[in-house]
Nanobody
Framework: QVQLVESGGGLVQAGGSLSLSCAAS????????MGWFRQAPGKEREFVAG????????SYGDSGKGRFTISRVDAKNTVYLQMNSLEPEDTAVYYC????????????????WGLGTQVTVSS
């Protein structure tokens, strides 16, 4: 069981930036595709970004393309999501997830999930 813990969420003004982190305490993350998803109230969970086990390939959902950057530092067993130019529409709970499959975009293909971190963007 891979246990993931997100951090770095908070309240930020529109146009600002936040950096989210996802750390694993019980397993090494190397070998897993890692993804970030988000869910706003009343909406379905949405793919934000994914990174392959090697870090050489990334994938982004339409919402974060050009504004968000996913990265990983396996030596720290941590995955990051740098979010710039935030908009009120980015307000959601952000989840980190791990998959044994290569660079997936569907939440059903991720086996392990964190509890999420709230991001709120004020206008």
């Amino acid at each position: 069981q891979v246990q993931l813990v997100e951090s770095g969420g908070g309240l930020v003004q529109a146009g600002g930036s936040l950096s989210l982190s996802c750390a694993a305490s019980s397993h090494r993350l190397s070998g897993y595709t890692m993804g970030w998803f988000r869910q706003a109230p009343g909406k379905e969970r949405e793919f934000v970004a994914g990174i392959s086990w090697s870090g050489s390939s990334t994938s982004y959902g339409d919402s974060g393309k050009g504004r968000f950057t996913i990265s990983r530092v396996d030596a720290k067993n941590t995955v990051y999501l740098q979010m710039n130019s935030l908009e009120p529409e980015d307000t959601a709970v952000y989840y980190c997830a791990a998959s044994t499959l290569f660079l997936r975009r569907r939440d059903s293909e991720y086996s392990f999930w964190g509890l999420g971190t709230q991001v709120t963007v004020s206008s």
